[in-house]
C-alpha cells in the first residue's frame, strides 16, 4: 500500500521525514496531464511522490514529554483546515496533534499541501473517542484548555506550563458538549472585530504562540 | 458601476457594512447555475450579491487615532492570503490595512469570501509607493515594524505601544530592501520546528494578538 502527495514543499518535506518515498514525477520529464493525473489535483506544482500511508503517532505517546503542547481536533472537517493547523503548530513547536477517527477530516494529500509538509515532521495521532483520550491525558497530569468563544477566560489569563492540551472545535460549531465537559478550563480569544470569529488554524497559533511566550518567561 | 460578491458571511457583513447593497439572489429562486454564473465561482454558498465598488480609505486616515495599529503588506498577491490577513486584522481591532496599487491583490469577491466579510468593516488603503507611505506614518509618529524571519529580535520584546505599523512581506519573498529599509525596527517569530514558516495571515494574526496583548498590560 501506497499513496501519492504532490506539491514542492509538502514532497521536499517528505524527502527528509519519516516516511518511505517510493517514485518522484517532476515536470518536465512528467507532463501536466501526467501529473495532475497522478495527483488528481491541479495544484501539484510539478512534483508528484508516491510515498508510504501516513505514520500516524501513537495517542499515548504524545504526552510523553514534561512540557507536552498537544492540540486536539474536535471534528474539523476540512482538510485544508487540519493542514493549516498542523503547519502552525508544528511551527510553534507543539508536541502532536490528536483528530477523531470518525466525522473528521484524515491526513490527505490536500492536508500534506494545506500543512507546508509540516506533517512528515508532526506526530498526528487519531483516537476513536476523544472524550476518553481526555481524561487519560488529565490522569497523565495534562492541563486541558477548551477553546471557547463565550468563555470568560482569555487565552492570556491562564497558565500554559507543564503538560497542556488545547482543543479546537469545528469551525461553526465549537466544541461537542462532551468534549467541553472534559476540559479543565475554557478560554477564549477576545475578539476586537466586528466579525465574530478566526478561522481555526489562526486560532490555533494565536494560542499555540501566546502559550509558547508565556512558558518562556514565566507566568502565574 | 458595481461589482459582485458571494457568500452567506460576505453577503451578510455587506447588509451592514459600508456600500450600498443593490440587489440579492438566493437560492432556490436562484438555480445553482444561476448563482455561479453571476458569481463566476462555484463557492457563492447560495448567495450572490451586487453592490457598489469596494469603498478603499483613505491612506491617510488610518493613523488617525492615538494607538492605531495598521498593518502593512508588501507585494501579497493572492487574494485569498489578503482576505485571511484581513479577517485577522479585524478580528485582532487593527485600525486598517494598507496595499499596494500595483504587484499585489486588490479586494475582489474572492477576497470579501476568505475575509468572512471582514473587508467590510475594516479600513483597507491602497498607496501607490509603500515606502513613501511609510515615511509618513514615521513623520505622523508611528513606529514602524518590518516582518523578518532573519530579524534577532522577536515580535514578543518590542513595545507595540502608541502608532504602530506591522509591515508582511509576500510568502516566500519577504519584504522589499526598500521597504526593509524604511521599517524602525525588524522582527521575527521564533520557529521552534522543522518547517520554516507560517502563512501570512497566521503570522500577522500572532504578532496582532501579542501587540494587543502586550498594549492592554502594558509593557517595557
Known amino acids: 500500500m501506497s499513496e501519492r502527495i504532490y506539491g514542492r514543499r509538502p514532497v521536499a518535506e517528505a524527502e527528509r521525514g519519516r516516511r518511505r518515498v517510493h517514485r518522484i514525477w517532476r515536470a518536465p520529464d512528467a507532463s501536466p496531464e501526467e501529473l495532475e493525473r497522478l495527483s488528481g489535483s491541479p495544484d501539484h506544482q510539478g512534483v508528484v511522490a508516491e510515498v508510504d500511508p501516513y505514520p500516524y503517532a501513537d495517542p499515548g505517546s504524545l504526552l510523553e514529554v514534561e512540557d507536552a503542547l498537544v492540540v486536539v481536533l474536535d471534528q474539523v472537517q476540512d482538510p485544508h483546515n487540519l493542514g493549516a493547523v498542523c503547519r502552525a503548530a508544528e511551527v510553534a513547536g507543539a508536541s502532536g496533534v490528536v483528530i ?37 491525558a488529565k490522569e497523565s497530569g495534562a492541563w486541558i484548555y477548551g477553546a471557547d468563544e463565550n468563555a470568560k477566560t482569555a487565552y492570556t489569563e491562564v497558565d500554559w506550563r507543564g503538560r497542556a492540551v488545547l482543543v479546537m472545535g469545528s469551525e461553526g460549531k465549537g466544541l ?42 514565566g507566568t502565574g
Chains 1, 2 share one sequence.
Not at 107 to 132: C, F, M, Q, W, Y
Not at 183 to 211: H, K, M, T, W, Y
Open 176 to 217: 461537542r458538549p462532551r468534549v467541553a465537559s472534559a476540559c479543565d478550563e475554557l478560554v477564549s480569544i477576545p475578539i476586537r472585530g466586528q466579525v465574530d470569529s478566526l478561522n481555526v488554524s489562526v486560532a490555533a497559533a494565536v494560542i499555540l504562540f501566546e502559550a509558547q511566550r508565556s512558558r518562556n518567561i
Open 100 to 136: 477523531c477517527e470518525r466525522r473528521a477530516a484524515e491526513v490527505t494529500a490536500a492536508t500534506a499541501k494545506a500543512s507546508a509538509g509540516a506533517i512528515e515532521h508532526l506526530p498526528i495521532a487519531r483516537v476513536r473517542n476523544l472524550a476518553d483520550w481526555l481524561a487519560g
